[in-house]
């Protein structure tokens, strides 16, 4: 799965984030189970803060689309 970033948006960057990776997970683009790029990789891949991404990972864990198993890194 490749997400994209449009800064001319009106939604910030992390929305978009989390907005892509939940319909992902909706679509079954993402299958449970799936292990998602570790922050610091997504950041780097999308070209944002790593604080960016960690916010849209914190917003999907609290809405329990993806779950963080610590050192063993975050799953649908």
């Known amino acids: 799965m490749r ?3 449009d800064h001319e948006a009106s939604a ?4 978009q984030v ?5 319909d992902a997970v909706t679509d079954g683009s993402l299958a449970p ?16 803060a790593v604080n960016t991404v ?3 990972y914190r917003a999907l ?7 963080t198993r610590g050192r063993a890194g975050s799953f649908v």
Do not use: H, N, W, Y
Request: aromatic share 6%; net charge neutral; proline share 8%.
């Open 3 to 5: 997400f994209t970033i």
């Open 33 to 48: 189970g799936s292990r998602m790029p570790t922050v610091r990789a997504l950041a780097a891949e999308l070209d944002l």
């Open 54 to 56: 960690a916010k849209a």
């Open 12 to 15: 910030p960057p992390f929305e």
């Open 18 to 22: 989390r907005r892509q990776v939940a």
């Open 61 to 67: 864990e609290s809405d329990r689309v993806i779950e």
